[in-house]
């Protein structure tokens, strides 16, 4: 009854206290799903990715922070690997995390700071909003007046200012979806913007302590000609200081497996292989047949009855 008049305030509107919020939060969270299709997969779930992640980790080791790209095509795991390297360093003993994964990447990696930006969130739709909310996540040097808001006139000034005398941390954003800005928001990020993006990334800071993951479904040099069909001529240099650039594809048969071995009930060989065929190693499809299975071993139906049905369910989600 405690739960459900939770449930009930929040249903009729009613605000919570930070603890109330915390409190129910905890009761969710003690039913977990296995496997996940749709929203992000985080902590525990995530599987595979190790030689990308070990490579990405590799460039922020020294200064300068190195940059990098990474592209693929829709629901093949960016944003899920963003989010990923954002855990590790944000919250690395969380009791998601299964007791198997590697976390520790970078040693004194509690110095490091990691800010993720989706930009498909309307409130990075302007350089003002970006970059204070950027701003806001860094672990800066105080100081006495320090102020962090941005105007709307010189945001972009402003900000390398206060990162040239308050930035000390090595800081890595991680910019998701950054093809929505490029194709409906170019008057507003046009070059002045990524040209200065780039300059203080590069030259003005001491040390070179600001690093970029770009995530999109273009390679780099293709989002340079989004740029150059809205007539920005030339296009910014912004987007040739990724120097590690790396195509997000389907999984190994060995991710694979491991995500297929994680089902608290197990699936048999037969089941395996028609999983591996049908997903075609891709991780969404990978969950969804997974979870499929689970569900029919959970209702104590140990046949493969299941499987035309899988394919009809599969055949609809594949991406055209």
Not at 66 to 76: F, P, V
Not at 241 to 261: D, H, P, Q, S, W
Not at 277 to 294: A, D, F, G, T
Request: glycine share 4%.
């Amino acid at each position: 009854m405690k739960k459900q008049a939770k449930n009930k305030e929040i249903i009729s509107g009613i605000s919570l206290t930070q603890e109330e919020r915390q409190e129910l939060s905890k009761d969710f969270e003690q039913e977990s799903f296995t496997f996940i299709a749709g929203p992000p997969v985080r902590y525990g779930n995530f599987f595979g990715r190790e030689e990308i992640i070990q490579n990405l980790f590799n460039l922020w080791k020294a200064f300068p922070m190195q940059n990098a790209a990474i592209y693929g095509e829709k629901r093949i795991g960016k944003t899920s690997l963003l989010l990923y390297l954002k855990d590790i360093i944000d919250n690395p003993k969380n009791s998601r995390f299964r007791k198997e994964q590697q976390i520790e990447w970078l040693s004194k990696s509690e110095q490091y700071c990691f800010i993720y930006v989706n930009f498909q969130d309307t409130d990075y739709h302007t350089p003002k909003g970006l970059l204070e909310y950027i701003l806001q996540n860094m672990k800066l040097e105080k100081s006495e007046g320090l102020n962090l808001s941005l105007s709307e006139e010189r945001p972009l000034s402003e900000f390398g200012r206060i990162l040239s005398g308050h930035l000390i941390r090595p800081t890595i954003i991680l910019m998701d979806e950054i093809g929505v800005v490029l194709e409906r928001h170019s008057d507003k990020f046009g070059n002045d913007f990524w040209d200065g993006l780039r300059a203080i990334a590069t030259t003005k800071l001491e040390p070179q302590c600001l690093g970029f993951v770009l995530a999109s479904h273009q390679h780099p040099k293709e989002l340079v000609k989004r740029l150059s069909d809205k007539e920005i001529v030339p296009p910014s240099q912004f987007f040739n200081i990724f120097g590690y650039i790396n195509e997000l594809k389907e999984f190994t048969g060995v991710e694979a497996r491991k995500l297929i071995a994680s089902s608290p009930k197990k699936i048999s060989d037969d089941n395996i292989d028609f999983i591996l065929k049908l997903s075609e190693l891709k991780p969404y499809l990978l969950q969804i047949l997974c979870q499929m299975r689970l569900n029919q071993l959970r209702q104590n139906e140990n046949n493969d009855n299941w499987q035309q049905e899988a394919r009809e369910h599969i055949e609809k989600r594949k991406i055209k």
